[in-house]
């Protein structure tokens, strides 16, 4: 029911759906918390720019808009009137847009209520999305695969040569206390050196080691080949598939594939591979019950291998960090806890500069969320979930142009009894706003350069001393 679902033009329509619901919640929840405050609420839009259609109900316009991605709520009491041009607002009907001064003013506290509500809106959503992840029966999550025990090292990486063995429990990483398997990534991408110290317990004794650190086909560098120890189970199975027809279910775990014992999912991907054509036994378990199946396993061109149909759940790598809980508190409090560690981590001079390499913009998040609707419909659920987190959080920041800037200005009111000056908040929100746009442009360049480099090298990943070696040969050239 949840498996993959989506395919060619549909992608693109669950995508765009998707993307832009996150910003349509935010939105709706500024729309009601206006209307039923008594704002002057001139537009409230579903996309961006020249309308496709609309009309006017209570002296309100609705219109669907050509740019199909979120949407906008037009209050002329709140957002200065500049921002309607970034909105598209008068685009498609050439009116002049309503001064602020001429409509009655609003107490500050109803602005701070009205600024809050879409990131409210947001949370709300989340919490839905997160109750849909606990609700739907699944063994893709596994509350104890966050804990950082090894179970699964990857003997190509750097890491398998350093002394590191599975079992282990990783503690640390350069002196930074670790939580689950998304702090070691994101800790050692912030890394000031090609080496990260992990710190681990193994069979009771505190080890160090120092390991090298991995550069990644996107120009990261990261702590690769450690992964936790899980169950190879089957995630999807795809209609068509020889998994399919002989029997295969979503859930089923991996014990064997012929007549070799499966540890590790990433082996399990290449002895598939290693088999095409060749009708081979593979044993799963099944309600606590040893299943036998014969599959054959069929060349995919696109990818360049052999499959028997099935996408995985879990196995021998890093869960996705929208993907590490089932109870919804866990899943919430990690989403805010992943996106409050860049925010520290853009503020801390020493980290600042990996932080803000490492961010992703428009591109980023939609190449992310194709991946995850193509892995499973509850593996796009977890990310949008995931991104409205940060959403909320990232438009309560004090800045101009987002909606903590409005409640640094509703609080200002308040405090000194007397509103900013017009003139200065006009100026003020469209300068962070052309700044906005810009860091906007220019992720979006650089997101777009990054996957170009990593489907141009593929999905493997290159060690720091390779890449380097090409860049040199680049250079002489």
């Known amino acids: 029911m949840f498996g993959t679902i989506i395919n060619g033009f549909l992608d693109v329509v669950i995508l765009v759906l998707f993307f832009s619901f996150a910003v349509f919640v935010h939105e709706f929840g500024h729309f009601i918390a206006a209307v039923k405050l008594g704002f002057k609420v001139n537009v409230f839009s579903i996309g961006f720019g020249p309308a496709l259609f609309k009309w006017e109900r209570n002296g309100i316009v609705y219109k669907f808009s050509v740019v199909p991605f979120g949407g906008y709520v037009a209050l002329p009491q709140l957002d200065p009137t500049g921002m309607e041009k970034i909105q598209g607002e008068n685009a498609d009907d050439g009116e002049e847009p309503e001064e602020v001064e001429q409509i009655e003013d609003i107490a500050a506290w109803k602005k701070i209520i009205v600024a809050v509500a879409g990131p409210l809106g947001n949370i709300i959503f989340a919490v839905i999305l997160a109750f849909i992840i606990y609700w739907v029966p699944t063994k893709d999550l596994d509350e104890t695969s966050s804990d950082c025990v090894i179970g699964y090292i990857d003997e190509s990486a750097p890491v398998s040569e350093v002394g590191i063995k599975k079992g282990d429990l990783i503690l640390a990483v350069n002196g930074e206390y670790i939580k689950n398997w998304y702090d070691v990534s994101m800790v050692s991408l912030l890394s000031q050196s090609t080496t990260a110290v992990v710190r681990v317990s193994s069979e009771g004794v505190i080890k160090e080691f120092d390991v090298p650190l991995t550069m990644t086909s996107m120009g990261e560098y990261l702590l690769v080949g450690l992964a936790p120890d899980a169950a190879c189970v089957v995630g999807d199975v795809m209609e068509g598939g020889s998994a399919a027809s002989a029997g295969l279910q979503s859930g089923d775990i991996i014990q064997s594939f012929n007549n070799i014992v499966v540890d590790d999912g990433n082996r399990f991907i290449d002895m598939v591979a290693e088999r095409p054509g060749m009708e081979t036994d593979i044993v799963i378990i099944r309600s606590g019950k040893d299943m036998t199946f014969k599959v054959t396993p069929a060349m995919n061109e696109t990818i360049g291998r052999a499959v028997i149909g099935i996408s995985m759940g879990t196995f021998g790598h890093q869960p996705m960090p929208w993907m590490m809980y089932k109870k919804p508190s866990a899943q ?63 438009n309560l920041l004090p800045i101009p142009v987002l909606d903590g800037g409005h409640i640094v200005f509703a609080l200002y009111e308040i405090t000194f009894k007397r509103k900013p000056s017009p003139k200065f908040v006009n100026i003020i929100v469209n300068f962070f706003a052309i700044l906005l746009i810009g860091a906007f442009i220019t992720l979006t360049f650089r997101d777009t350069f990054r996957m170009k480099k990593a489907f141009w090298h593929g999905d493997k990943n290159a060690t720091v001393e390779e890449v380097e070696q090409v860049d040199q040969a680049e250079e002489a050239k």
């Open 332 to 394: 919430l409090k990690s989403d805010a806890s992943s996106i409050l560690r860049i925010l520290r981590a853009l503020v801390t001079p020493k980290e600042s500069g990996k932080a803000a390499k490492g961010l992703g913009g428009p591109v980023m998040i939609f190449v992310t969320l194709w991946f995850a609707i193509q892995e499973s419909f509850l593996n796009a659920v977890g990310f949008l979930r995931f991104l409205n987190v940060n959403l909320a959080i990232l």
